[in-house]
Nanobody
Framework: VQLQASGGGLVQAGGSLRLSCAAS????????MGWYRQTPGKERDLVAT???????DYADSVKDRFTISRDNAKNTVYLQMNSLKPEDTAVYYC????????WGKGTQVTVSS
């Protein structure tokens, strides 16, 4: 499974970004997909997940600001990020999970104050 994340960049606080993660090598239809983020020297933390049936889970810090969604036909998962804060600055990683975890290379999100 290969995962290609895109959509990161530099944005001012209060702004929005939409991350995309395109999967190849396997269909995402039966997978739980997720977004995680990591800052230097810290562990990779959960941001949001979406199950194959559409159930979602969010970190408390992003609830009501971020929305995860999936398009099985396009084999892609998205993360809409609104009301961004400087503390959202991190490398964001896409995750594909069926028994095993597969990770993409990550995309940098930088939120300036």
């Amino acid at each position: 499974v290969q995962l290609q994340a895109s959509g990161g960049g530099l944005v001012q606080a209060g702004g929005s970004l939409r991350l995309s993660c395109a999967a190849s090598g396997s269909r995402i239809s039966f997978a739980t997909m997720g977004w995680y983020r990591q800052t230097p020297g810290k562990e990779r933390d959960l941001v949001a997940t979406i199950t194959n049936t559409g159930g979602t889970d969010y970190a408390d810090s992003v609830k009501d600001r971020f929305t995860i969604s999936r398009d099985n036909a396009k084999n892609t998962v998205y993360l809409q990020m609104n009301s961004l804060k400087p503390e959202d600055t991190a490398v964001y990683y896409c995750n594909f999970r069926i028994v095993y975890d597969y990770w993409g290379k990550g995309t940098q999100v930088t939120v300036s104050s």
